[in-house]
């Protein structure tokens, strides 16, 4: 390390104010906190001082999506294995997995770092951290068999309009990684329908076994074949159809304590989004008109359907877009937990709903922290009258 450190001290004055490749610096910065941690700390006046800064924590929220990631690396390949009816071992599954899935992670970095890299060089400033996680969120909630073309495209959507725009990483206001996703489902639904996604474009139809339709446990329960769908383990576990990173419950589970542990993301918003799911799971029940209807579900099949639990964890605890105020956390995460059963249960078009919760929570956050701000004002100008 020490000689890769003085390589650096010894080209970056090529890169600095005044050297030939100056204008390039903002490229040459962000390899080099890459590498190194940057050194740079206050020198006067009072500051909170804290050892966690940017970089860390996007490398705990990498640290807690490979669970997920390697569980998805293998379903893509036991899935594949079981539309085939064939027999492969553990690590032919996983080896075939991983080499389905490693483009797309590929993809959405170059494209996504790409995009960062020029912009900013065009406006001068240095690059953020912040698309370490969005470029490894964004493949995770794609269909493993969705053209790399297509994730290039919403790629590049959501870094610039979804984040650019407002200016750079921290300043957006919808999650980066579900505008890419929200890209691809309004401008391409019918690759990211839910239904067949696994083995469309995987085995070309080609020896398929019979009885075998690919098709997501969501899209199952929107069409009411609910004798079609897998167990609440099957589902728990993760040995389910659907989007990459989504299907295991489990995997994601050791992501939230990763994220807990560390003090990374909020638990407030994390207990609340699946409370208000499983709240209102209970009251469609409560309500079904009969054994045979979408509404009687039970509410806890929701939570390990889809991307509930991987947007609970991931999504909606983003520190960016998510409520700031302690109390706004609650409602917040709430309203994203009914919401998305609502959306499912009674929008049969869609029936996966917990990335427009999140986007329409996302762009509500800072009403719901105004409204919490202003609740405590008044109630301790309240507090101060009464003593006067």
């Given at each position: 390390m020490k000689a890769l450190r003085k390589l650096v001290d010894n080209i970056k004055p090529t890169f600095s104010k005044g050297g030939k490749l100056a204008f390039l610096h903002s490229t040459f910065d962000a390899f080099e906190t890459f590498l190194f941690v940057p050194d740079h700390v206050t020198k006067k006046g009072v500051h909170v001082r804290d050892s966690i800064d940017l970089k860390?924590?996007?490398?705990?929220?990498?640290?807690a999506l490979l669970p997920a990631m390697l569980f998805g690396m293998y379903n893509t390949g036991y899935q594949f294995n079981l539309s085939t009816g064939g027999d492969m071992a553990f690590w032919e599954m996983f080896w075939y997995g991983l080499f389905k899935v490693l483009p797309l992670i590929v993809v959405s970095y170059a494209v996504g770092?790409?995009?960062?890299?020029?912009?900013a060089q065009i406006r001068g400033h240095e690059v953020n951290e912040g698309f370490l996680v969005s470029?490894?969120?964004?493949?995770?909630?794609?269909?493993?068999?969705?053209?790399?073309?297509?994730?290039?495209?919403?790629?590049?959507?959501?870094?610039?309009?979804?984040?650019?725009?407002?200016?750079?990483?921290?300043?957006?206001?919808?999650?980066?990684a579900l505008i890419s996703r929200a890209f691809v489902f309004f401008a391409y639904p019918s690759q990211?329908?839910?239904?067949?996604?696994?083995?469309?474009?995987?085995?070309?139809?080609?020896?398929?076994?019979?009885?075998?339709?690919?098709?997501?446990?969501?899209?199952?329960?929107a069409a009411g074949q609910f004798d079609s769908m897998p167990s609440f383990m099957d589902m728990f576990l993760g040995f389910i159809p659907g989007s990459i990173g989504e299907t295991s419950t489990l995997a994601i589970l050791i992501g939230a304590a990763i994220l807990l542990f560390t003090g990374i993301a909020s638990w407030k918003i994390m207990i609340s989004t699946f409370a208000g799911g499983l709240l209102t799971g209970l009251l469609l029940n409560a309500v079904a008109p009969g054994p045979d209807?979408?509404?009687?579900?039970?509410?806890?099949?929701?939570?390990?359907m889809g991307g509930f639990a991987f947007g609970a964890v991931f999504m909606a605890t983003d520190p960016v877009?998510?409520?700031?105020?302690?109390?706004?956390?609650?409602?917040?995460?709430?309203?994203?937990?009914?919401?998305?059963?609502?959306?499912?249960?009674?929008?049969?078009?869609?029936?996966?709903?917990m990335m427009l919760a999140i986007l329409l929570l996302n762009t509500f956050a800072p009403f719901i922290d105004h409204f919490v701000v202003q609740s405590n004002i008044k109630r301790r100008l309240r507090r101060a009258a009464v003593k006067n």
């Open positions: 860390r924590t996007m490398t705990i929220v990498i640290i770092l790409g995009v960062e890299f020029a912009a470029g490894m969120l964004i493949p995770l909630i794609m269909p493993v068999d969705v053209p790399l073309w297509i994730l290039a495209l919403s790629v590049i959507f959501a870094v610039v309009i979804g984040k650019e725009v407002f200016g750079g990483t921290g300043m957006n206001i919808w999650n980066p990211i329908s839910g239904d067949k996604i696994w083995i469309a474009d995987l085995t070309k139809g080609e020896g398929v076994v019979d009885g075998f339709s690919g098709a997501t446990p969501l899209a199952n329960a209807s979408y509404l009687a579900m039970p509410a806890i099949n929701h939570i390990v877009t998510g409520s700031q105020t302690e109390k706004g956390k609650w409602i917040y995460g709430f309203l994203i937990g009914m919401m998305a059963i609502i959306i499912r249960v009674f929008n049969p078009g869609y029936p996966e709903g």
